[in-house]
């Protein structure tokens, strides 16, 4: 009978399309080891925060290579928030975060609830407190009307290495 199909017409049907897509996989090339990672250029965004923000903006000088920067925003109407997202060269995230709200529930906020462990250190001309959390850790330095926090899933050399790293630019 004409305009009739059966169950079986669907099988076949079925097995020609998985013929066709395992042909696809097969012989089109990919590679299940790459690092999925987007890579973003941060420059742009430096400079356009240094000359927004009414303190001066943090960003990293000289990392080798392997710190990959992966996020970069600046939200003038959140506090003159500034965020740079990098992977480490061990693939653990550390962020370095400004904000002119340098109250404990915004560091709380971008730390993930890290607490202050009453010890700091000195890298480069600034102390910073050391904050310890089940998520992140960081690094915290509070200025005359602003805030600087490295944090991240990496250790604490790494987070230094990233503090000791970042120049503090106004382009106004």
Known sequence: MKGKQTVWDMVRSLAVIGVVVAGIYIFVPHDENADP???????????TARRAAPYPVAAPVGLPAEWRATSVSYERKNADAWHLGFLDPDKQYVAVEQS??????????????AKPTGRSQRIGDGEWERWDGDKYDALVRQEQGHVTVVTGTAPFERLSAMAAALEFKQGR
């Open 37 to 47: 990672t987007r890579v973003v250029d941060y420059r742009v965004e430096t400079a």
């Open 100 to 113: 002119s709200d340098a109250s404990a529930k915004n560091i709380g906020k971008v730390t993930q609830q």
